[in-house]
């Protein structure tokens, strides 16, 4: 979870951040190792009491500005007001349509140069290579394929959270202001296994900050010194805890939509939990 944590901000700490919003501020998990950093934050989330809560841990050096305000709600903001705007870990419980409202009205803030980081994102294409993965844990040796076919299939069906291809971010802005950045972390779990980063950066400025240590594609980590991804052509590439012949999850997952959320549900702007599961 520290690592989770840690590669985040190293990441919007690279975007050279001044003056910020974070859609979704939730206990403050980012808030309170960037806001020191930055001439001005702006934390919002739709959970008075979380703001409240987040509010008496401020301090002299940790400054910021906290509204109760819907994600797609960006009344009083102005046209280029914020250098970096922050989404981690709130895009899955939006549907489709809220998604793409509140990332157009996100952009529409951007100064000429700025960046839109959407953290956390669950990968679309993996969907059934998670899934897989999680069964295949819990189940014998012995478990016919079609048997495991079958739970996997249950568990997609059973899915309440957004998951996205990488392409539904090339809708909103040209491919090559959209980068791809793969979870680095030597643990593998759910968080690093399935998810993504996605950095949109506004024309008028200089290019998207490079990461250090940036994999070329999500599911799979390359070499630390690897480049970031620039568009959205790449396939994921599944890491299996085993062979499991006949299951065909390997083969269905690169054959997605861009965007799905397997049991449609109204849009839903709550705060990420406080401690993701790992």
């Known amino acids: 979870m520290r690592v989770w944590v840690d590669e985040t901000v190293d990441r919007i ?11 979704g501020c939730g206990t403050g998990q980012f808030l309170l190792r960037l806001a020191p950093r930055c001439a001005r934050y702006v934390g919002t989330d739709i959970s008075p009491g979380g703001l409240d809560r987040l509010a008496t841990r401020l301090t002299a050096d940790t400054t910021a500005e906290l509204a109760v305000r819907p994600a797609d709600d960006f009344t009083g903001f102005t046209e280029g007001e914020f250098d970096t705007i922050i989404l981690n870990s709130v895009v899955q419980y939006f549907d489709v349509d809220y998604l793409l409202r509140v990332l157009r009205g996100a952009l529409a803030l951007l100064a000429p140069g700025g960046h839109l980081f959407v953290g ?48 539904l971010f090339e809708t909103i802005a040209p491919a090559e202001r959209v980068t791809l950045l793969a979870k680095s972390s030597p ?59 006949g299951c065909g999850c390997c083969a269905r997952a690169a054959r997605t939509p861009w965007a799905r959320c397997a049991a449609p549900s109204p849009p839903r702007t709550r705060s990420p939990p406080a401690n993701p599961r790992t």
């Open 13 to 23: 700490t690279a975007l050279n951040p001044s003056n910020v919003l974070e859609i």
């Open 120 to 167: 956390d994102v669950r990968d679309l294409r993996l969907v059934e290579a998670f899934h897989c993965w999680v069964q295949a844990a819990r189940l014998p040796d012995a478990t016919p394929a079609a048997d495991l076919r079958r739970l996997v299939d249950q568990q997609i069906a059973q899915e309440e959270e957004l998951l996205l291809h990488p392409a």
């Open 187 to 245: 643990h593998r779990n759910e968080l690093t296994r399935f998810r993504y980063d996605v950095v949109i950066t506004a024309p008028g400025g200089p290019d998207t900050p490079r990461h250090a240590s940036t994999p070329g594609t999500p599911g799979r980590p390359a070499h630390p010194s690897g480049p970031a991804r620039t568009g959205c052509g790449a396939r994921p590439t599944p890491a299996w805890p085993r062979t499991w012949p």
